[in-house]
């Protein structure tokens, strides 16, 4: 039968060699002093956007780890607004109870930081991922801990494959006591660490019906904003955890076993933080060409409809830009969406795309 890590007679202790793992942190500190520092060579509005695309790009991979796919457009003009950050051309967007829930989350874990986790606080959280007491087409306990049985499973029904079964229900208050009072302890693990271990460790107790996966990364970005003492994220560790998904699961049902190999897990989560620092300084670059971008066009006198628009196309606009897709996202007439395009490409700021088609589209110069 197999045992899992919480079995074992030394269990919850999370005890392990750091040593192997201080190559690591240096290269993380590195990472982040050099984005740091190319950061304070930029105005504000460049970092505020890195800020709002870090945040929005947290919300919204956290959710589609858990196969939960949120839109984009809403997720970042809802941040906006909340962190108070203007950006030429955002259209706000109404968004959704199950999404305001999660930038709700993401939020209070980053700007809230010193603040500290209790269970009413992560009961405030899963309320707000389940606003409706319903996941999919499932009843659950919202807003308190699970009072069933709960596995990670995968399969078709009949050649089900369990990966992972969470202690009994009637261990989870106890043991989430434990983890909280561990949480907010300084046992002098380094914070980087720890906020590895924090994550993991919550997974194991999975003390939720549903939503451990989000809450979890969640509280791992608060040990995060705690260990660098800033409410301003400048990366995701959520985008990078989705861009190595298979691999995550892997490590952490690796961690779930008996021999509880928390050093694995460690080493692994610190490296996809520094891949998720990495790949900020990469998103900083653009980040830095936007601004320049919509500086240039701040004596244009561009109307709302035009600065939307060229705000998606900036950000990354998926498929080809029509007349057509222009009158259906600014809700306008396809008359008014040629002018719009017109008036840009007399500017200098659009052209025809040279592709061909049945349809002519147009591209950013």
């Not at 590895?196 to 989000?214: C, K, M, Q, Y």
């Not at 035009?306 to 007439?333: H, P, V, Y």
């Amino acid at each position: 039968m197999q045992k899992y890590i919480y079995e074992r007679a030394s269990w919850p202790d999370m005890a392990f060699d750091e040593a192997p793992l201080h190559d690591l942190i240096n290269r993380l500190h590195h990472a982040q002093g050099r984005l740091l520092g190319k950061l304070d060579a930029l105005g504000f509005d460049v970092q505020n956007e890195l800020v709002l695309n870090a945040v929005s790009d947290e919300v919204v991979n956290s959710s589609e780890i858990e196969g939960e796919k949120l839109n984009r457009s809403s997720v970042r003009s809802s941040v906006a607004k909340r962190l108070g950050l203007e950006t030429a051309g955002l259209k706000i967007v109404q968004s959704d109870r199950y999404t305001e829930g999660a930038i709700s989350i993401t939020l209070d874990a980053t700007q809230n930081y010193l603040l500290p986790i209790t269970d009413k606080r992560l009961f405030g959280w899963h309320s707000a991922l389940f606003p409706t007491g319903w996941s999919g087409s499932g009843r659950i306990t919202a807003g308190a801990y699970r009072i069933g049985e709960i596995s990670i499973v995968s399969g078709t029904i009949g050649n089900e494959k369990t990966h992972y079964k969470a202690p009994p229900p009637e261990r989870v208050p106890g043991e989430m006591k434990t983890y909280l009072a561990w949480l907010e302890t300084d046992q002098g693990v380094n914070p980087y660490i720890k906020a590895g271990v924090a994550h993991l460790w919550f997974e194991l107790i999975h003390p939720f019906d549903d939503g451990n996966g989000r809450i979890g990364r969640a509280i791992a970005d608060l040990l995060l904003a705690r260990a660098e003492n800033s409410q301003k994220r400048y990366y995701s560790l959520s985008s990078q955890l989705m861009s190595e998904r298979k691999a995550y699961y892997e490590e952490l049902q690796a961690a779930s076993g008996y021999s509880g190999d928390v050093g694995r897990w460690a080493a692994w989560f610190l490296g996809c933080l520094l891949r998720a620092v990495v790949a900020s300084e990469e998103k900083l670059e653009a980040a830095k060409r936007k601004a320049v971008f919509f500086e240039r066009l701040r004596s244009e006198n561009l109307n709302s409809r035009q600065l939307s628009m060229l705000n998606r196309l900036t950000d990354g606009f998926e498929g080809k830009l029509t007349t057509a897709k222009w009158a259906k996202i600014c809700k306008c007439s396809h008359d008014t969406a040629l002018r719009d395009i017109e008036s840009l490409m007399k500017k200098g700021v659009l052209r025809r795309s040279i592709e061909g088609g049945r349809s002519t589209s147009y591209e950013l110069v």
